[in-house]
């Protein structure tokens, strides 16, 4: 079984930064990218940004410029700095990480719980 934890999360006043991390555990044979989504009350989970093992980059438009995703590919973590957030930054950030375990056969997306953001106008 293959757990990430996120961290970081909190309130901050617009044009302000937040750091958020995970970090997956578990019986991990290999990850082929991670990621971070977020999601509003009635609305769908949106990618905000990912990093392939290859080291490939993906980034929501809205994002570019003010957002950077990293690795550490040793300690299984994906990071997230955030600056120059706005107001409608505000969502619940999971993270997500697509996982081949020690058992398994092939690679499955698993997903955190999520950390709260909140940007004060």
């Known amino acids: 079984q293959v757990e990430l934890v996120e961290s970081g999360g909190g309130l901050v006043e617009a044009g302000g930064s937040l750091r958020l991390s995970c970090v997956a555990s578990g019986s991990i044979f290999s990850i082929a990218s991670m990621a971070w989504y977020r999601q509003t009350p009635g609305t769908k989970r949106q990618l905000v940004a990912q990093?392939?093992?290859?080291?490939?980059?993906n980034y929501a438009d809205s994002v570019k410029g003010r957002f950077t995703i990293s690795r550490d590919t040793d300690k299984n973590t994906v990071s997230l700095q955030m600056n120059s957030l706005r107001p409608d930054d505000t969502a619940v950030y999971y993270c997500n990480a697509d996982v081949m375990g020690h058992s398994d056969t092939g690679f499955k997306y698993y997903w955190g719980r999520g950390t709260q953001v909140t940007v004060s106008s």
């Open positions: 990093i392939h093992s290859h080291g490939g980059l």
